[in-house]
């Protein structure tokens, strides 16, 4: 094992340290009001980015970008291949940067895009593009390829894809994470949006999932023609007013994955991908806890449904 692998899994024991868990997550959430709230996610692992008096966007982002920093820092720490395993996995971010360009490019307020740095696959190019049309050519000249359309609605389904598919093929350990997210972004444009995938990116979803997934008119149906590494995302999912549960269970399997992940023996790319993962569940929980804080004791009960 690299030295670089082995500096890597030094950094990611610490890095791993950097969250605030589900126990403090619930105590924000519980948060009487909202100034309380901020103060203690400004005391928590994420307060250096968080300002005072920060509204709820704002520390919700604030806790992405956090997530991000500590993705870019521990990729700093890693072998190519260990930094080609991150920026595939943090490129998600890039989806977000590129939702708010095409919000920009059809006149809508944009948020101000994440600061990817080294995690960034396209992002400096796809930034500068001028129309939805140009977007689509951009993408399609870069690893995200071709969405299959230059509409809003193409683009941000081809970019989820793709980022699924790019996942599995080099991140192994993250390969049913990522199954299962391709799995329940079907089932909730099929059953819960009732829209058929654009045929572009029914393609890219087939490559993970098999082409059985086509002939479902279900969830329960949806379950039964998934392959084992994307079953389990829905295995439990009946009807589509429950995907909001099915995708709490999608978080928590990545949060006990991830400790599983960490704890690996010796050096090398699992117990990166396990803090990394562990990371996006808990900046995942701390996001949720911050949508109830300041709200109603009832509303705690949504929270530990999810958490």
């Known amino acids: 094992m690299s030295a670089g692998w082995v500096a890597g899994g030094v950094r990611s024991r610490a890095m791993a340290r950097r969250r605030l868990g589900a126990t403090g997550a619930r105590g924000l959430a519980a948060s009487t009001s909202w100034d309380e709230a901020v103060g203690l996610l400004a005391a928590s692992p994420y307060g250096g980015l968080t300002r005072p008096g920060a509204t709820q966007v704002e520390a919700q982002r604030a806790v992405a970008a956090t997530l991000l920093w500590n993705l870019r820092v521990l990729a700093g720490w890693l072998p190519a291949a260990g930094a ?46 001028a129309s939805l049309g140009d977007l689509r050519d951009v993408l399609a000249a870069s690893p995200w390829g071709d969405p299959g359309g230059a509409t809003a609605r193409q683009i941000q389904l081809g970019m989820r894809l793709s980022w699924a598919d790019r996942v599995s093929a080099r991140v192994p350990a993250a390969r049913p994470w990522a199954a299962g997210a391709i799995a329940l972004l079907v089932a909730r444009e099929r059953f819960a949006r009732g829209s058929d995938l654009p045929e572009g990116a029914a393609v890219t979803a087939s490559r993970v999932l098999g082409h059985r997934w086509r002939t479902a008119h279900s969830p329960g149906d949806l379950a039964r023609t998934l392959p084992p590494h994307a079953r389990w995302a829905v295995a439990h999912l009946s009807d589509p007013t429950d995907l909001w549960t099915a995708e709490a269970g999608w978080w928590r399997r990545l949060r006990s994955d991830g400790a599983r992940l960490l704890a690996t023996a010796g050096a090398g790319p699992d117990r990166v991908v396990g803090t990394a993962a562990l990371l996006a569940a808990d900046a995942w929980l701390v996001r949720a806890a911050l949508t109830i804080a300041g709200h109603q004791p009832a509303d705690l009960e949504v929270f530990d449904a999810v958490a």
């Open 84 to 129: 080609e395993q991150l920026r595939r996995l943090a490129s998600w971010f890039e989806i977000s940067n590129v939702d708010e360009h095409v919000r920009a490019l059809v006149g809508r307020p944009a948020q101000v895009p994440y600061q990817l740095g080294a995690l960034a696959t396209a992002w400096p190019r796809l930034a500068a593009s």
